[in-house]
C-alpha cells in the first residue's frame, strides 16, 4: 500500500514558476514508477509526466517537454514536478500517481493503481 500526499500548488502569473511535490509512504517507494497527470474542468485526467523507479527513464507530455521536469529521491520518498514557462493551459488539478511495484512507465492513467489528492495549479493571463 502507498499513500500520496501532494503539494505546492497554487496561483501564478504566466511564465511563472512553481515546483509540485509528492510525499510517498511506504518501505517498498523505490520500486514504483510514477506519474504526474493534470485534470482540467471539463476534461478528461491526462498525462504529464513519468519517472522510473531508479530515476533512469523520464517521458514527458508533448505538452510538457522543456517546460516541466519530473525528479525523484528514493531516499526521502519524494517525486517532485518542476514547472517552468507557465501558461494559463497548465491550469489544472495535478495528480501524483504510482504504478505497481516492478512495473515500467506509461502515460496511461489506469495503469496507476495509487493516487493522490491532487494540488490545484492556477495559471492566470
Known amino acids: 500500500q502507498v499513500q500520496l500526499v501532494e503539494s505546492g500548488g497554487g496561483l501564478v502569473q504566466t511564465g511563472g514558476s512553481l515546483r509540485l511535490s509528492c510525499a510517498a509512504s511506504?518501505?517498498?517507494?523505490?520500486?514504483?514508477?510514477m506519474g504526474w497527470f493534470r485534470q482540467a474542468p471539463g476534461k478528461e485526467r491526462e498525462f504529464v509526466a513519468t519517472i522510473s523507479w531508479g530515476g533512469s527513464t523520464r517521458y514527458y507530455a508533448d505538452s510538457a517537454k522543456g517546460r516541466f521536469t519530473i525528479s525523484r529521491d528514493n531516499a526521502k520518498n519524494m517525486v517532485y514536478l518542476q514547472m517552468n514557462s507557465l501558461k494559463p493551459e497548465d491550469t489544472a488539478v495535478y495528480y501524483c500517481?504510482?504504478?505497481?511495484?516492478?512495473?515500467?512507465?506509461?502515460?496511461?492513467?489506469?495503469?496507476?493503481?495509487?493516487w493522490g489528492q491532487g494540488t490545484q495549479v492556477t495559471v492566470s493571463p
Open positions: 500517481a504510482a504504478r505497481g511495484a516492478g512495473q515500467y512507465t506509461s502515460v496511461n492513467p489506469r495503469e496507476y493503481i495509487y
Open positions: 511506504g518501505r517498498t517507494f523505490s520500486s514504483y514508477t
